[in-house]
């Protein structure tokens, strides 16, 4: 093993190491107040970017692979400070200049970059087409499509957002930092548990990392029905598989969607009413007080709730099987 090849693999221990603090930091932060501040992401994006530029000096990047690194960086703090305003600029303001400027230089490394490595990188996928693949200009052009592919990556992050397939701010920014943290599985001593030779086809690791999490909410029903069927609470069994019943005084407390309401029925006679999932701008979440109270003159003493679980709960321990296994897609079909 080469000296790089040393530095490059100690180099992803300590990023999966800042992963592992920074995600369980922000877990926790998630779960007492369902909130993770910008201060908080900001704080970890400094060694983050900081293992990102030591890893492109060690491999000794030209500039136009770093100011193509330098506009992923910049897509990617859009999630933080915004887009610089136009109006702003016209007043003079220093921080949208400094910032516009960045994008330009950047954006103008980027169209450089595509002109001298997109012609190279279509040979290299090429069969056809033979290529010395320890040259340095290949070298150069995979490093270079690497830092294309994490803004990829990154712009899936900002559309699931938007598109509410990541519900929350934190979620999408947790996300981005994983990307900017794990660019690529190059010079990874992990996963433990999966062949060398399967990891050309496996995804980046943060798309990785989301499947692991998404995944996990498959385990949380068994532990609903285990944790009901502890109190005596499986009737009906469409509801304890995923809520569970809270006391009526505890339910404003606590991060939970009410699923019991009373309300007039279609034969013209009033009663309580459970729903299977949570409706958004129901009464049941914006006059939560009289919904309690209408319960409590029914006789309810203890109403189904589901639980707001966050996101970040389920990301923090994907690290795990991620390192062991890496991308679940390939572990799979390669453990098949």
Request: proline residues 5%.
């Amino acid at each position: 093993m080469s000296d790089i090849d040393i530095q490059l693999e100690l180099i992803q221990w300590v990023r999966l190491s800042v992963l592992v603090v920074c995600f369980g930091g922000a877990a926790w932060l998630d779960h007492k107040t369902r909130r993770v501040s910008n201060e908080w992401w900001w704080g970890w994006a400094k060694p983050t970017l900081f293992l990102l530029m030591l890893e492109l000096l060690i491999l000794e990047a030209g500039w136009m692979i770093w100011l193509t690194a330098s506009a992923v960086v910049a897509f990617a703090s859009t999630a933080l400070i915004g887009i610089p305003d136009f109006n702003d600029i016209r007043k003079g303001s220093k921080l949208d200049v400094a910032v516009t400027i960045w994008y330009f230089v950047s954006g103008v490394g980027l169209v450089m970059g595509a002109m001298e490595y997109v012609p190279v990188l279509m040979d290299y996928f090429d069969p056809s087409i033979p290529m010395d693949t320890e040259s340095a200009l290949t070298k150069a052009a995979l490093l270079w499509g690497q830092m294309i592919l994490m803004g990829i990556v990154l712009l899936f992050f900002e559309m699931a957002w938007r598109f509410r397939m990541l519900h929350g701010g934190a979620d999408a920014k947790a996300m981005m930092l994983a990307t900017l943290l794990l660019p690529s599985w190059v010079g990874a001593a992990f996963p433990l548990y999966l062949d060398d030779s399967a990891m050309s086809t496996s995804m980046p690791p943060a798309l990785s990392l989301l499947i692991w999490a998404g995944l996990a909410f498959l385990v949380l029903p068994l532990i609903m029905l285990a944790r009901n069927a502890g109190r005596g609470d499986l009737r009906p069994l469409s509801m304890s598989w995923h809520a569970s019943k809270m006391a009526l005084g505890e339910i404003p407390n606590n991060h939970v969607w009410l699923l019991e309401e009373v309300i007039d029925k279609p034969d013209g006679t009033r009663g309580v009413t459970r729903r299977m999932r949570p409706v958004r701008g129901s009464r049941a979440e914006t006059e939560i007080e009289q919904v309690l109270n209408e319960l409590a003159e029914y006789g309810v003493e203890n109403a189904w709730v589901t639980a707001k679980h966050p996101f970040l709960l389920f990301v923090f321990p994907a690290i795990l099987p991620l390192v062991l296994f890496g991308d679940p897609i390939v572990w799979f079909l390669s453990y098949l």
